[in-house]
């Protein structure tokens, strides 16, 4: 198994308690899994896994299986695939275990606050910075491994909030300055720090070479860069959702590929923003609860795409049986097409113009349905994240707030407002260009109910 320095200090450090601030996609969790199957080889030992979602212990494990069948030991190994009893947004979670001859078992589960507790052993947190619920995952941890077993947490930097970040400061890894040792000593805890920079030349000695130019053009965002590929944890204080909204909002119920052929018993919603050269079209669709929870549907992204084509797309999806209502851009460029939507579809498609006091108002309708656990995403979309926390308020040189996000090459938070346009549509009930009267003929002007916009 030809491995890199940095992957050989992490196995060979045998200390209690290890933390580890690393690139992402360098070979790092690949490490901890075969430190843990070593050890689970050389002795009778309890391991649990602790990932992110049930995708990630699955491959955790599998990543473990891996190892065995290198070392012609799988055969002898037991693959269980068992329920947890733990409830994740109303989904039971599966719990996966390798159990070897030795009596030595290795379990890999979601991260859920209650998922170690009840269990004696070592533990792994696999990209711990992405944890939901991290500081009450962590108390679980703490009383789990009080019998002087071993804490392994590693992940790579997400903004400096949660439990992972507070561990990296008190470890001295969030400076964003190379350690001198690696691994180093700071408390109890083992230090390893890699960055991109640093894995590069190790991996291609291995055979795996990086190209770090072309990664950085194709990251085409300097934040997300220096955060995920150079180890600096970016600051969240201007953030207009924050990371612990965004993750509370994961759920396995939602998902981001759009089905139109999947039973849907309640009503659906649309956001729109539009874009052409400069930006993308994005289109975010949602499933109202009746317990008033909107449920992502699918997200579409139409990059560039002529608007003849957008408008038959738009058309298809309109004609869904199941869709209310479609609230969509109409600054600029979007108006014309806004217009063509509306002559087909009538008052099921709703034109709104973005200025500053819309979007105000837009992003605090957001903002407390993510406070009040409204608003479900589809879980592990990184794309979605990212433009979910794009959104930054800041004062106008006059004292005004405005909600903007910076330009990237191919998105100004275009998910996000499209978001934030699916909820207008599913509470704006009724039309704000025109007055709705109660009966057929038209009453007395006491009697006409208008519809005011909730934004101006």
Not at 115 to 129: K, M, Q, S, V, Y
Not at 197 to 223: H, K, S
Not at 276 to 292: C, E, L, S, V, Y
Not at 322 to 347: N, P, S
Request: aromatic share 8%.
């Amino acid at each position: 198994m030809p491995l890199t320095a940095f992957q050989r200090d992490w196995i060979l450090d045998r200390s209690r308690f290890k933390l580890a601030v690393k690139s992402r996609r360098i070979g790092f969790t690949y490490a901890a899994t075969l430190e843990i199957v070593l050890d689970a080889l050389e002795h009778k030992t309890h391991w649990m896994i602790v990932s992110r979602t049930q995708d990630a212990s699955r491959e955790a494990l599998t990543e473990c299986r891996n190892h065995l069948e290198r070392m012609n030991r799988l055969r002898r190994a037991k693959i269980i695939d068992e329920r947890s009893g733990i409830l994740l947004d109303g989904i039971e979670q599966s719990k996966f275990t390798i159990a070897l001859p030795n009596g030595s078992r290795i379990v890999a589960m979601t991260a859920h606050p209650d998922a170690t507790r009840g269990f004696g052993g070592h533990i792994l947190l696999d990209e711990h910075a992405f944890h939901r619920d991290s500081k009450e995952l962590w108390k679980g941890v703490v009383g789990s491994v009080l019998r002087s077993h071993r804490v392994l947490v590693i992940s790579t930097p997400n903004y400096q909030i949660g439990n992972y970040f507070e561990l990296a400061r008190e470890a001295g890894l969030t400076t964003g300055i190379t350690p001198l040792a690696n691994p180093g000593r700071k408390g109890i805890w083992s230090t390893h720090w890699v960055d991109i920079y640093t894995a590069a030349p190790q991996l291609a000695a291995i055979g795996q070479p990086v190209n770090i130019e072309q990664q950085r053009e194709l990251t085409n965002d300097d934040d997300v860069w220096q955060q995920e590929f150079c180890c600096q944890f970016m600051s969240a204080a201007e953030m207009w959702l924050s990371l612990e909204l965004i993750a509370a909002a994961r759920s396995p119920l939602a998902n981001a590929e759009w089905d139109p052929h999947r039973e849907y018993p309640t009503n659906l919603y649309v956001g729109a923003d539009i874009g052409r050269r400069r930006d993308r079209t994005a289109i975010w669709i949602d499933q109202r609860m009746d317990n008033n929870v909107a449920i992502c549907r699918g997200v579409m992204l139409l990059d560039r795409m002529p608007f003849e084509q957008q408008y038959e797309t738009f058309c298809n999806l309109l004609h869904h049986p199941r869709i209310r209502r479609a609230a969509i851009d109409e600054t600029g460029i979007g108006m014309a097409l806004v217009e063509r939507l509306q002559l087909k579809f009538g008052g099921k498609v709703e034109g709104i113009t973005f200025t500053n006091a819309t979007k105000e108002s837009m992003s605090v309708m957001v903002r407390r349905r993510f406070e009040q656990r409204l608003n479900l995403i589809p879980d592990g979309n990184r794309d979605i994240e990212r433009d979910l926390a794009a959104i930054k308020r800041m004062a106008t040189p006059f004292g005004n707030l405005r909600f903007d996000a910076e330009r990237a090459e191919n998105s100004h938070a275009d998910i996000y407002w499209a978001k934030a346009l699916a909820d207008l549509a599913a509470d704006q009930h009724l039309s704000h260009v025109s007055p709705v009267f109660i009966h057929e003929r038209p009453r007395p002007r006491e009697f006409q109910l208008w519809r005011l916009p909730k934004v101006f």
